[in-house]
């Protein structure tokens, strides 16, 4: 199913065949609409992976080239925080083939990459994605080049190395990462395999709320509370939660609660201050690397999202992020730094907020990945 890409702009359509990554206009691509069917007796049972709902995501019926890409991601556990807090709900993402989240939309996106002809795909990251585009692009004989930024934890780079692709340490910012990526797939006819970019990457993140749906019997949460740096997972879980909505298997959206850092928080900065669109701001510094992100491309929609659905956007206060991944460990769940900013941004909003309802947070990323 080779889905048009569509400009969130000025709605161009693009072939996936011609590998863009932006409209002529500057736009970010959307997928075009294509045809979606979901119900409890849809979901292919004997099919443990995110690929059991088949018949949400982009493929042709009767497609097994996925088949060669997954590894089994997603099916993570959904779980009480502790006893203390029945209605808060951890979902350990981090039980992936690469040990985050990113799984659910590599195996995705590479997928399609290779649908698509891909030789050669580039990823800029500040590490996980960067791990799990390395991961399938190799299992399916896809060459693949990776930028991350200086800083990055150097566990996540020897798991990217691993994987054989080629990591380039990129000296500056996040945001002078990206750009050297972009140079390099400006110089050859290369697959730009973008969490960011490619809206492919999302098909696969929106699992994660179809995986929640099941787990809780056809019932959704009343709270979700997501880590916010690009959105690669909040706009999934939006974009699920619509699908579902759609469907008529649920009746309203729960809402949406964003988390940045507190060195590094343009979403945050632009929704109190009402505005619909994002400015770029200067990173102060984060142990939270995985939301370090001062000029999120899709921070229109990450906005409209949250709004969208009655939300939030909160902050990780710098000097609890550790207290909170060690409060984590004691439970059992050995996080990396980013997740522990989530939880310390949640634990503060809660004491002021006792209308929560049933609450889902994602353990995005293992301990060990951001170990020194």
């Known amino acids: ?36 069917e979901f119900s409890m007796d849809s979901i292919i049972r004997d099919e443990w992976s995110l690929f059991r709902y088949l018949g949400v995501l982009p493929f042709d019926e009767g497609s097994i080239l996925w088949k060669d890409v997954s590894m089994g991601e997603g099916l993570t556990p959904l779980i009480p925080l502790d006893g203390n807090y029945p209605n ?7 039980m992936m083939p690469t040990l985050s989240f990113k799984d659910r939309g590599a195996a995705v996106l590479i997928a399609k990459a290779k649908e698509f002809g891909a030789k050669k795909v580039v990823q800029d990251s500040s590490g996980n ?36 692709a080629n990591v380039h340490i990129v000296p500056g910012t996040r945001e002078d990462t990206a750009n050297a990526a972009l140079k390099a797939v400006e110089k050859g006819d290369t697959f730009y395999a973008s969490h960011v970019y490619n809206p492919y990457f999302y098909e696969g993140t929106k699992t ?10 056809g019932n959704m949460v009343d709270t979700l509370v997501i880590p916010v740096g690009n959105g690669t997972l909040l706009l999934g879980a939006y974009y699920g939660l619509k699908e579902l909505l759609k469907f008529g298997l649920i009746k309203k959206l729960p809402k949406i609660i964003g988390v940045q850092a507190e060195g590094c928080s343009p979403i945050y900065n632009a929704f109190r201050a009402g505005r619909d669109y994002v400015e770029e701001v200067i990173n102060t510094g984060t142990m939270a690397e995985g939301i ?10 990450i906005l409209k999202a949250i709004r969208d659905t009655h939300g939030d956007i909160i902050i990780a206060p710098e ?28 634990f503060e909003y809660m004491k002021a907020h006792d209308d929560l309802g049933k609450v889902v947070l994602p353990l995005c990323g293992a301990g060990l990945k951001s170990s020194k």
């Open 88 to 94: 808060i709900l951890v979902k350990v993402d981090y």
């Open 1 to 36: 199913m080779a889905v048009h890409y569509i400009c969130s702009e000025c709605g161009t359509r693009y072939s996936p065949y011609d590998f863009p990554y932006i409209c002529s206009c500057g736009g970010m691509l959307d997928l075009d609409d294509f045809h979606r």
């Open 208 to 217: 994660y709320v179809y995986e929640i749906f099941e787990q809780l019997h």
């Open 129 to 164: 994605a960067g791990n799990s585009i390395a991961a399938y692009a190799n299992r399916v004989g896809i060459d693949c080049d990776i930028y991350v930024p200086e800083g990055t934890s150097p566990k996540k780079i020897d798991m990217i190395q691993s994987h054989g």
């Open 319 to 346: 000097d609890s992020i550790l207290k909170a991944q060690r409060e984590l460990a004691r439970r059992g769940l050995y996080v990396e730094i980013t997740t522990g900013a989530t939880f310390a941004a949640f």
């Open 292 to 301: 370090a992100i001062a000029a999120p491309k899709r921070g229109n929609q």
